[in-house]
């Protein structure tokens, strides 16, 4: 026989966990337009996505840092706990899950300097030691600075990795009209990407 406190608890823990799911599912619901699929034969730079994040509420996100998949490490992701930016292989990346597909910026026109500046733009973020976060895609400290580098950046988020890149080259992913730039050092700039506003399942 369990107490009444201890009952009492468990309700309140079940209701937390239900309204949190609910949360969840709203925001996944919500429009969020800023890339497109495509089909091109030379992957480096786009964004690539595959299921299976919080029992299949979410997708995970990472970019292309070669042309295709039969490179050794192709893909630049943030994998999750315990890892920051990282080169990885295709099969780790899908980590036994289904491939979603590729997708570039709107209005982006795929150039091969374009993709290489995507690419190297996610090399720096690899390069710079960043730690993994759940909640925000980016946390940084750019004190006055108008812009938010790579070097500002102590933890970013798997879909972080994406809307930075882009970003950064002016490309729109997520937020409304004045709040979009994730680069852009302004505090509300900076809560639009964070919590249930983005998720990797928004941006494709």
């Not at 570039?104 to 795929?110: D, E, G, L, W």
């Given at each position: 026989?369990?107490?009444?406190?201890?009952?009492?608890?468990?309700?309140?823990?079940?209701?937390?966990?239900?309204?949190?799911?609910?949360?969840?599912?709203?925001?996944?619901?919500?429009?969020?337009?800023?890339?497109?699929a495509?089909?091109?034969?030379?992957?480096?730079?786009?964004?690539i996505?595959?299921?299976?994040?919080?029992?299949?509420?979410?997708?995970?996100?990472?970019?292309?840092?070669?042309?295709?998949?039969?490179?050794?490490?192709?893909?630049?992701?943030?994998?999750?706990?315990?890892?920051?930016v990282?080169?990885?292989?295709?099969?780790?990346?899908?980590?036994?899950?289904?491939?979603?597909?590729?997708y570039?910026?709107?209005?982006?026109?795929?150039t091969?300097?374009?993709?290489?500046?995507?690419?190297?733009k996610?090399?720096?973020?690899?390069?710079?030691?960043?730690?993994?976060?759940?909640?925000?895609?980016?946390?940084?400290?750019a004190?006055?600075?108008?812009?938010?580098?790579?070097?500002?950046?102590?933890?970013?988020?798997?879909?972080?990795?994406?809307?930075?890149?882009?970003?950064?080259?002016?490309?729109?992913?997520?937020?409304?009209?004045?709040?979009?730039?994730?680069?852009?050092?302004?505090?509300?700039?900076y809560?639009?990407?964070?919590?249930?506003?983005?998720?990797?399942?928004?941006?494709?």
């Open positions: 026989m369990e107490s009444r406190g201890y009952s009492n608890m468990n309700k309140k823990i079940k209701m937390l966990n239900i309204c949190l799911t609910l949360i969840l599912v709203a925001s996944l619901s919500m429009n969020y337009n800023g890339i497109e495509s089909a091109s034969t030379d992957w480096s730079g786009y964004a996505y595959r299921d299976g994040v919080l029992g299949n509420l979410n997708d995970h996100a990472g970019l292309m840092d070669e042309p295709d998949i039969s490179y050794y490490k192709p893909v630049i992701h943030a994998p999750g706990i315990g890892n920051g990282i080169w990885d292989s295709w099969d780790n990346f899908l980590n036994g899950n289904n491939y979603i597909g590729i570039r910026p709107k209005n982006a026109t795929m091969s300097t374009l993709q290489d500046s995507f690419v190297s996610a090399r720096e973020l690899k390069n710079a030691g960043l730690s993994y976060n759940i909640l925000d895609q980016i946390v940084y400290d004190g006055s600075d108008t812009w938010v580098r790579p070097e500002h950046i102590s933890h970013i988020r798997c879909d972080g990795v994406v809307e930075y890149v882009y970003e950064w080259y002016g490309y729109r992913v997520g937020g409304p009209d004045d709040e979009w730039d994730i680069t852009r050092n302004l505090t509300a700039n809560w639009e990407h964070s919590g249930f506003f983005i998720t990797p399942r928004k941006q494709h």
